[in-house]
């Protein structure tokens, strides 16, 4: 099974700053990465595909790279709807594998 | 507008079975592979099982593998996660999604407790 480790756990910041979330695959997994957004008792929000393509009606401030084994995901600058706790996703091998998850909080 | 609503869910004894079902409307279900992913409370993201648009093929995470049968009716635009053998740590809210991860139900609540 292809594992996902997502850092930092935790992440308190403010409004307007630029921050990064890491999501490392035990094992290469090419472009087959998805990062989601979860709000408490809503169901999660995709807002990257294969990695890098935003999806459709998500802000231009959300942004995802990487290949392989190593991938991030950056909020160009932090809006207060943001925070939240972000997950990836690959779906590049049965059985289908999140990361642990990123809470995002206001410093 | 495109809609996937999930029934179903409720308290069981360990042991005993529930049948979820997510209805599909707004697009061609029967063109789209669909998933079920659960979160227990308070947890992480857990994929439980993922079928193909005709059913072709199907596939189970090793959690709930012998358990758990997923199953669709195209012609109702239904699909179906029948939960067998409930354990505790099945409890969790359980969600069905497109496979292009695009659009979720809202969740259904299943609680395994004696």
């Known amino acids: 099974d292809i594992q996902l480790t997502q850092s930092p756990s935790f992440l308190s910041a403010s409004v307007g700053e630029r921050v990064t979330i890491t999501c490392r695959a035990s094992?290469?997994?090419?472009?087959?990465l998805g990062w989601y957004q979860q709000k408490p008792g809503k169901a999660p929000k995709l807002l990257i595909y294969a990695a890098s393509t935003l999806q459709s009606g998500v802000p231009s401030r959300f942004s995802g790279s990487g290949s392989g084994t190593e991938f991030t995901l950056t909020i160009s600058s932090l809006q207060p709807e943001d925070f939240a706790t972000y997950y990836c996703?690959?779906?590049?091998?049965?059985?289908?594998?999140f990361g642990g998850g990123t809470k995002l909080d206001i410093k | 507008e495109v809609q996937l609503v999930e029934s179903g869910g409720g308290l069981v004894r360990p042991g005993g079975s529930l049948r979820l079902s997510c209805e599909a409307s707004g697009f061609t279900f029967n063109t789209f592979a669909m998933n079920w992913v659960r979160q227990a409370p308070g947890k992480g993201l857990e994929w439980v099982s993922s079928i193909t648009s005709s059913s072709t093929y199907i596939n189970y995470s090793d959690s709930v593998k012998g358990r758990f049968t997923v199953s669709r009716d195209n012609a109702k635009n239904v699909l179906y996660l029948q939960m067998d053998n409930l354990r505790a740590e099945d409890t969790a809210f359980y969600y069905c999604?497109?496979?292009?991860?695009?659009?979720w139900g809202q969740g259904t609540l299943v609680t395994v407790s004696s």
């Open positions: 094992q290469g997994i090419s472009n087959y």
């Open positions: 999604a497109r496979d292009e991860g695009d659009y």
């Open positions: 996703q690959q779906v590049n091998s049965y059985p289908l594998t």
